[in-house]
């Protein structure tokens, strides 16, 4: 046994992304006295500027825009009790295809290996017992989520630490409500094409594949609060529209798959930390 608090560590992407997918368990396990670090990979220059002018648009100024997504970041850490936030500030490389995945400084571009070190330095530091980030396509495909989890499991590879490690999920019986409440919400929204079907349809994973649900109902409030955080944003986050009380009815559950486990706790779980206290 040691004095060293048990630790979290969240790798995301973008300033929201912590709200939107671990939201809950970062709330959770600091009101249980939980270390929870959280690692922001970009700037998110990449996002809405003010007046949700989009990116490539004229009078959109990324500079502008990361310093402003990092004031939110930090109002979102606030809400969630974040303990520890730390910004590895790599450019925001802006959605699959566009021409500023391959601008100088982009995390896309940048190799692993030199973001991985950057990270195994914090790891390290912090010692994480439990590490989450997301799989291996980044949950949709976006280029900064594919390279958070390359550079994590990197990283992870580059110490010596045996944490408790997940990837973020969502059930496919959840998809499915999403796609029937996002169609309430916007009652014009055309059909999709069969494509775009197939691949929506492949997000997430089999209800009986995923490892560990965490029910964070209790802390949905400060889920909510955190996404309204990034307000700039507020146009691309779907779920405010929600209102408090169904977003918690419909988010108050956090879904992972665990990939790496020193601690022989059996599966399904209902708590990151099972096994370590």
Not at 70 to 85: H, I
Request: charged share 25%; net charge negative.
């Amino acid at each position: 046994m040691t004095d060293r608090p048990l630790t979290l560590m969240a790798v995301h992407a973008h300033p929201d992304d912590e709200a939107t997918g671990t939201g809950g368990v970062l709330a959770r396990y600091a009101a249980e006295g939980i270390r929870t670090v959280l690692v922001t990979c970009t700037d998110g220059g990449c996002g809405d500027g003010p007046g949700g002018v989009k990116p490539g648009d004229p009078g959109h100024d990324p500079a502008a825009v990361a310093s402003m997504r990092r004031q939110e970041l930090e109002a979102s850490c606030e809400v969630l009790n974040v303990t520890d936030l730390e910004m590895l500030d790599y450019a925001d490389s802006g959605m699959m295809g566009w021409p500023s995945n391959d601008a100088p400084g982009s995390f896309w571009k940048t190799p692993v290996e030199e973001g991985a070190a950057r990270l195994a330095a914090l790891m390290r530091h912090y010692r994480p017992d439990v590490v989450v980030t997301y799989d291996e396509n980044g949950f949709y495909g976006h280029p900064d989520h594919i390279q958070a989890h390359r550079i994590t499991m990197a990283a992870l590879e580059m110490t010596e630490l045996t944490p408790k490690v997940y990837w973020t999920t969502m059930p496919r019986s959840a998809m499915e409500r999403f796609g029937k409440i996002m169609r309430e919400f916007h009652e014009d929204m055309p059909e999709q094409d069969p494509a775009e079907a197939a691949a929506l349809a492949e997000i997430g994973l089999p209800d009986d594949e995923i490892t560990t649900w965490v029910d964070t109902t209790a802390f949905s409030g400060q889920k909510f609060d955190a996404l309204a955080a990034h307000a700039s944003q507020g146009e691309n986050i779907f779920f405010l529209r929600m209102g408090k009380e169904r977003f918690g009815e419909l988010m108050g559950m956090e879904t992972f798959v665990r990939v790496q486990d020193a601690t022989g706790a059996a599966v399904p779980e209902n708590d990151l930390f099972t096994g370590l206290r």
